[in-house]
């Protein structure tokens, strides 16, 4: 009845012969594409989930083991953002096929959206056994076992820097940064939920006038804090942390002995699919002291709150973020940002504004905080082929608050080579173009192309390493052309779940005498 209601209809709007209709009815009919994974595939990649769904559930249904259906309603689940759904199939495909890297992977991104932690850190440590060379999950592993597990997390940094700066104005000054600290933060379990955090940190921040010969502060700071971490669900999280920063000059005198609290209380919420964050800290902050002065250094306590949410809406995921930021010198300061980022196959489409702030390179004359406002709108593409090429563009204008402008140029390059996915070569241009020239913060104009090459190794036996050089060819108002090299060096050790070593290291240096290092060292051990 129904074929011939529709043989019926389509005859008297057409008006085509009762035979010819059928026809045509049987012709669509069989032109029907089938049921199959072909089909379900295209429409998940098309972005047609819907009928992605509906094509996969047909064939589970003729097929109840079939590999296929279980992969296609687990990728279009997570795709829709149904994390339940997607692990429901999930660990029906993993039951059928146990030990795959691939179903575990996507099982530790299903639990992850379902902010199951403990349950990813189990997959992760699966997919290492399975396979200890694979660099990606050791380091999700060593994410995981830091946040969760019992341990100590030891940690070094050393730096140095020569700069120029002022240098649109008569008197150009060459400053020298240089710092080192060593510590360790631990987590303590005290039960389900609940854990003991904290750490201790010695510190040492000097800046230096190298041209002048004469030191704007040297100090060292001794950090100590204890507190607690909570999780009473799977959607909520906080922390809380006390401490004392004890300060000493070493050089000249800035700050005597003195001691400052130093405060974080932090928590996360997950609702109506979103996330949102909020940070409060008090803590000290060093500024420069004010210029023609013999007030080499100024101390101030920092009072700031951090909120930000995270959502995905509109086939958009967007971020926004906003701070409030108050220091004992009677400034205070507000920062936000929106950011929207999506995804169309291989291209990736981001844009942005913010509103915050431009610090001087000093205090003001009367010892406070010197700032200007700024407003940034950006947009960048980018196009990546999985260890292929990767290609982006971006721009970014900034509006000042003083009537200055900036535009911003960034393009870059990436490409792997074809037999050999551990070698790669990259190409930066980036240009800076301010409106006018200011002598109390950067506003040079820049522009810089930079040539590189790398070699990477994610698949040694518990080990990855990373090397790279870099030549720059730098042209900017003040010094005209010149060239830089970048010396990059990054090793990782893991032993399973236990234990971890990073280390990073890079050197830089130019034509004009600019020159920099930096180091640095993480370490985990776990005691579960």
Known sequence: ????FAISLLSFFSGLPAFAADTLLSSAAVAAPPVSYTLGMEQRKRGDYEAARETFLKLLEQSPDSGGAL?????TYLSLGQYGEARKYLERWNAQSPHNIYVLGFLARAQNGQRDEEGALQTYKEIVDCDSLDCDARRKLDSSMERLAAGVFPFGKSYKSYSMEGLDTPNPQRIIYEGNSAGSRFRVPLKPGLDLIGGAEIRKEAQRNDG???TYYDILEQIYSAGLSGRPSRNLNW???YGQSVLSDLEVQGVDNKALSRVR?????HAYDSDFKLTLTRAPKFVRGPGGTLQYFKLFREYAARAEAQSSRLGWDWLARGGIYDTSDG????TYSLRGLREFGSNVFQSGYSHGQQEFYGAAADGRLAYVNTDRLSAGLRRTVTESYSLGASYAHTFYSDTNSLHDLNADLTAWLPGNKEFYGAYRFSLQDFRAPHGGYNSID???????????RCHGRNWAALAGYERGFLNDASRGSYQGNNYLAEA???RGANASIRAQGRRSDTTVHDRSYSVGLQARYSFR
């Open 212 to 214: 002048r010969n004469f």
């Open 331 to 334: 400034t205070t300061l507000g």
């Open 492 to 494: 990782e050790w893991y």
């Open 71 to 75: 992969e296609g309603l687990s990728l």
């Open 239 to 241: 922390e809380a942390e």
């Open 446 to 456: 820049t522009r810089a192309h930079w040539l590189g090459a790398y070699w990477r």
């Open 1 to 4: 009845m129904t074929k011939l």
């Open 265 to 269: 209380l932090a928590g996360g919420w």
